[in-house]
């Protein structure tokens, strides 16, 4: 059984940074793509940003490009997402997650496994 869990969320002020962490047990992490969503009150699970398995090919939702970067170190089965620029609406619970079989995802529905999730909130 793969269990996910995040770190590293909290709270920081607009133009701020914050790492979060995501470590993995169980299963071969390599075999993973992994992505990070998020949700804020009132609204809907967003995709944020997903990883390939080899970890060369990000993908990104439009608001968060050149402010964010995902990676992976399939050595310490963790998965990374470095947020710098943060902006209010950056504000939400952020979760990982793991897809097995899939080479890239960004829909939810295809990804297998998920974490507890992570508050980041950020203050003007």
């Known amino acids: 059984q793969v269990q996910l869990v995040e770190s590293g969320g909290g709270l920081v002020q607009t133009g701020g940074s914050l790492g979060l962490s995501c470590a993995a047990s169980g299963g071969i992490f390599s075999n993973f793509a992994m992505g990070w969503f998020r949700q804020a009150p009132g609204k809907g699970r967003e995709f944020v940003a997903a990883l390939s398995r080899s970890g060369d090919t990000p993908l990104y939702v439009d608001s968060v490009k050149g402010r964010f970067t995902v990676s992976k170190d399939n050595a310490k089965k963790t998965a990374y997402l470095q947020m710098n620029s943060l902006k209010t609406e950056d504000t939400a619970v952020y979760y990982c997650?793991?897809?097995?079989?899939?080479?890239?995802?960004?829909?939810?529905?295809?990804?297998?496994?998920w974490g507890q999730g992570t508050q980041v909130t950020v203050s003007s």
């Open positions: 997650a793991a897809a097995l079989g899939m080479t890239i995802a960004t829909a939810p529905q295809h990804y297998d496994y």
